[in-house]
């Protein structure tokens, strides 16, 4: 598989935008920080590590994200795929169980914690389909 992403920087980019909304959004951010999941993604493909964590004390944000492995807290989960993967599912278009079983998403730690995070996030794929329709047509899929 090939990135669709233009650059590490535009994934970057995406994603940021991806996250703010989910942790912004009043249904969703306080969902997320209510269900504490840190997780860590890994983007093999582009060389990245996204770590994910909810909001602690003195934080206004739902959530909080860095790009590297350089962070004071444990991820409950871990998760490898793709760029290609995360653009996919975050569309709708990849479901998270049967990419975990086919293999495309190969994860660690307690993953039913993750899938359980599913239907909380299921709004974002709509508003990343309208981000992706009016500033990134090419990574439509």
Same mark, same amino acid.
């Given at each position: ?8 920087? *535009?994934?970057?980019?995406? @994603?940021? $935008? ?5 942790? *912004?959004?009043? *249904? &969703?951010?306080?969902? =997320? ?6 997780? !860590?993604? *890994?983007?093999?493909?582009?060389? =990245?590590?996204?770590?994910? $964590? ?11 994200? $860095? ?10 989960? &871990? &998760? ?7 653009? !996919? #599912? ?15 998403? $190969? ?9 359980? @995070? ?6 974002? #794929?709509?508003? #990343? ?13």
């Amino acid at each position: 598989m090939s990135t669709p992403f233009r650059s590490t920087s *535009e994934f970057r980019e995406v @994603l940021d $935008r991806i996250f703010t909304i989910m942790s *912004e959004d009043p *249904e &969703m951010g306080p969902a =997320l920080r209510d269900a504490d999941v840190p997780q !860590r993604f *890994e983007f093999d493909d582009l060389d =990245l590590v996204l770590n994910v $964590r909810a909001r602690r004390g003195g934080e206004t944000a739902n959530l909080h994200w $860095r790009w590297t492995d350089d962070v004071d807290w444990e991820p409950k989960v &871990m &998760m490898s795929m793709s760029s290609e993967i995360a653009n !996919r #599912y975050f569309q709708g278009r990849e479901s998270i169980p049967l990419a975990i079983a086919r293999r495309r998403i $190969r994860t660690r730690g307690d993953i039913r914690a993750a899938l359980a @995070l599913i239907p909380i996030t299921r709004p974002v #794929y709509e508003r #990343y389909r309208s981000i992706v329709a009016a500033d990134y047509p090419h990574l439509k899929v």
